[in-house]
Antibody
Framework: QVYLVESGGGVVQPGGSLRLSCGAS????????MHWVRQAPGKGLEWVAFIRHDGSYEQNADSVKGRFTISRDSSKAILYLQMNSLRPEDTAVYYC????????????????WGQGALVTVSS | EIVLTQSPVTLSLSPGERATLSCRASQSVSIYLAWYQQKPGQAPRLLIY???TRATGIPARFSGSGSGTDFTLTISSLEPEDFAVYYCQQRINWRRLTFGGGTKVEIK
């Protein structure tokens, strides 16, 4: 069975840090680029970050640039999102998602999603 | 950044009716547009990519069309499980992937 499972969400104070993890199962993790996409409560979807299948390139949204870092551990099939200097506007459900196109250098679409992890930034 | 504007915001229809959802881009995205369905409390699901190609396992009642700046998602005959929120997404500006604001298809 093919799936993604996020973990690491929780409540953090403004200015704090949190690391999300996403475990992949049922497919060859090393063949796929991966993304983080977030959704603020009652709002739409916002793409956050992408990392190539081989970890050679990363791209972040402007709203998180310099604060969030996407990374991957191919030996463990785990995707990470390190979030620093968190702000109240970062409050959202964070989804990890698989890139649709195998071994692509640039991102396309999201064909497999996890169930999401809620991050709440509040004092 | 490419802005995607979806209309209408809410579409009230009955099961069996045809649904037509629109997504307009602020500049051309060629055919590089996808549609997703999201039900309450669930993650989004890829329906259509490259404007008109159905993703694996998506029923034939879902179809996509368009190119450039104007795109349409059509659900030919609404099933009860189709009432959800639908988002479009562009990838031509791959350094800044963006989504539309969503269209909610609700039961009339």
């Amino acid at each position: 069975q093919v799936y993604l499972v996020e973990s690491g969400g929780g409540v953090v104070q403004p200015g704090g840090s949190l690391r999300l993890s996403c475990g992949a199962s049922g497919f060859n993790f090393n063949d796929y680029g991966m993304h983080w996409v977030r959704q603020a409560p009652g709002k739409g979807l916002e793409w956050v970050a992408f990392i190539r299948h081989d970890g050679s390139y990363e791209q972040n949204a402007d709203s998180v640039k310099g604060r969030f870092t996407i990374s991957r551990d191919s030996s463990k099939a785990i995707l990470y999102l390190q979030m620093n200097s968190l702000r109240p506007e970062d409050t959202a459900v964070y989804y990890c998602a698989r890139e649709q196109v195998v071994a692509t250098g640039t991102p396309y679409y999201f064909d497999l999603w996890g169930q999401g992890a809620l991050v709440t930034v509040s004092s | 950044e490419i802005v995607l504007t979806q209309s209408p915001v809410t579409l009230s229809l009955s099961p069996g009716e045809r649904a037509t959802l629109s997504c307009r881009a602020s500049q051309s995205v060629s055919i590089y547009l996808a549609w997703y369905q999201q039900k309450p409390g669930q993650a989004p699901r890829l329906l259509i990519y490259d404007a008109s190609t159905r993703a694996t396992g998506i029923p034939a009642r879902f179809s996509g069309s368009g190119s450039g700046t104007d795109f349409t998602l059509t659900i030919s005959s609404l099933e009860p499980e189709d009432f959800a929120v639908y988002y479009c997404q562009q990838r031509i500006n791959w350094r800044r992937l963006t989504f539309g604001g969503g269209t909610k298809v609700e039961i009339k």
